[in-house]
């Protein structure tokens, strides 16, 4: 039918802030990146004729691909946070007994959402309706009415649910919506896109690989005095959705050290940009501190749990970005896990175990999560509509349903406050209309922002339907009045409006805690690993929905497996162009890759006092635990090291940490 370019876009070519474009206009900036967009009657003619397409490229000069390749070339972006500074690190250093250095790097990862970028877009005469698969109904509506050049309001987004998101949706879709709707515009007839998965793993940027190089200096007994060095992260061609800053303030994980000096920068490599994808800062900051507290042990010849615990916070104590520990309970989780998870008699175990055997080996590491929950001022609407006619009642929220229970909360929420069946509650749609001017979603403060917003509306709705029918005997059923208030002509809608906001100006809401215990074997000959156990105990608060919560950490666990265990990204170091863009050479965890056997439990009798409903996120902090299958391969590493290297010393292991990754340190070296 017709062909897209960047030369077809009425308005701004760009669906980001910092410019990042929705089709090439001059340079391509890396292999894969979109110059246009064929438009077919049919899915199989427009791949047909999208192979079709020759396209002649000149290259200038040899590809930026790693963090270690832009400080080679010093390409750096320019938008770094600053660098966290926290007492005097070089005195600290020079009077620390011993002072160790290392570096140390956590790769990329495919948010491999099952449902890939799509949008459908319909022309209407005053504007256009956008049906997005995005996290971000606000943001996916400025886009397209800056890109079409049209008024905002005239811009209906409409989004039932997501087949996953993870981050993946935040920003990128809406390169997808708004090229729909430049070919629904220029063609004048709905446009659908969906994405195959080749295109999407070419096309998209996935989760920000880090790097950092460390000096730590501590006593005799492994007490951190100090942390000093330079952090990196790399943002491909494009820096919209750097997340450092926060990555920055959880640097201290679960530990009290007084003195720190660490220097971010955002690297720039020739690669799509990256973008935000579950837990973005917190799992390569907290993985970095527990790889230093590794180090510490291993130089001291103690046990890693010893110089976790002897660095722990206190409760009362302030974390590194401020926040007040009023609630802290580590020591109480680390505990129970301890106990639960059979700790001390299990490492026995191993420690025979690997006596016995040269050709497998098994280890087990336990590590502990301090997450801070920042709201950013977000805010979220819920709309409630109650129906005359049967009673029935009717949500539509400013949250986006993408598997991890939102609506089902939202609907026992409404269920709970007014009375009623959670059958009589019907979710519908998110729409631009309905949710004007709110925050996408993301960061696993939604769910618990969308309930607030519901409870507002339904306490308000209970209200005044209670004050509106004095006159009903005590017996009159939920129907009797609804059906009351709207013979009298009461309006029987209201609407919910929550700003996330933090109690006294602290830095985060609250803080998530939890700790993650897990046991791997090592196939020594092919550095295969199978996670035999593994073990979470985590503070959800008084969870809404235990069973979703549940559910939510148990994707937590696997999607952090397939992170350093299973899943690389490979470029071509001449062209640049990705390797690993389908399921062929990039591997997300399956069905064998899952512990054998998996233990997830919910702190009891631990309600969330800084919070309404009592609850705490849960979509993001367990992933952060899940590095402990790392440190428990290293351990199998370490264990086969000792057969041929008595003692051998401490060496770092990165992510992610594939069979051929751990394989090689399993071969006595050469004589």
Sequence with gaps: VKFISATDIPGRNSYTRTGEEIFVSTDVQYVGQAIGMIIADSEYNADRAAKAVTADYTSTGKPILTIKDAIAAESFHSNAPKSLVLGDADAALAASKHRVTGEVSCGTQYHFHMETHSALCVPLEDGMDVFSSTQSLSPVQKCVSQTLGVPTGSINVTVKRLGGGFGGKLTNAAQIACAAAVAAKACDMPVQVHMDIDSNLQVSGKRYPW????????????????????????????????????????????????????????????????????APGSVPAMFFTESMVEHVAKTLKKSPDDVRTLNFYKKGEKDIAGQPLTYWNVDQLWAEIGQSAEVTQRQSDIVDFNKANRWKKRGMSRVPVKFGLDYFGAPFSAQVAVYGADGTIAISHAGIEMGQGMNTKAAQVAAATLGVPVASIHVKAATALSAANTMETGSSISSELVCQATLAACTELKERISSSTPSLPSTATW???????????????????????????????????GVMCTEVELDVLTGETNVRRADLLYDCGRSVNPEIDVGQVEGAVVMGLGYWLTEEVIYEPETGANLTHNTWEYKPPMCLDIPQDMRISLLKDSPNPSFVLKSKAVGEPPQVMTCSALFAAKHCVEAAMDDFQPGAPFFTLSGPSTPDVLQPYCQAPAK
């Excluded at 330079?230 to 820096?239: E, Q």
């Design 211 to 278: 790097m950092i190089d460390y000096e730590i200096g501590f006593d005799d007994d492994g007490l951190v005095k100090a942390v000093k060095g330079s952090v990196y992260c790399d943002a491909g061609y494009g820096s919209a959705d750097v997340s450092m800053g926060g990555g920055m303030m959880w640097l201290d994980n679960t530990y009290n050290i007084p003195a720190w000096n660490v220097v971010p920068k955002v690297a720039r490599t020739t690669t799509a940009s990256n973008t935000y994808c579950r």
């Design 479 to 513: 129907l009797d009045r609804v059906q009351y208030c709207a013979g009298q002509g009461i309006d029987l809608t209201a609407r919910g409006w929550y700003r996330g906001v933090h109690k006294n100006s602290d830095p985060y809401a609250y803080n998530c805690y």
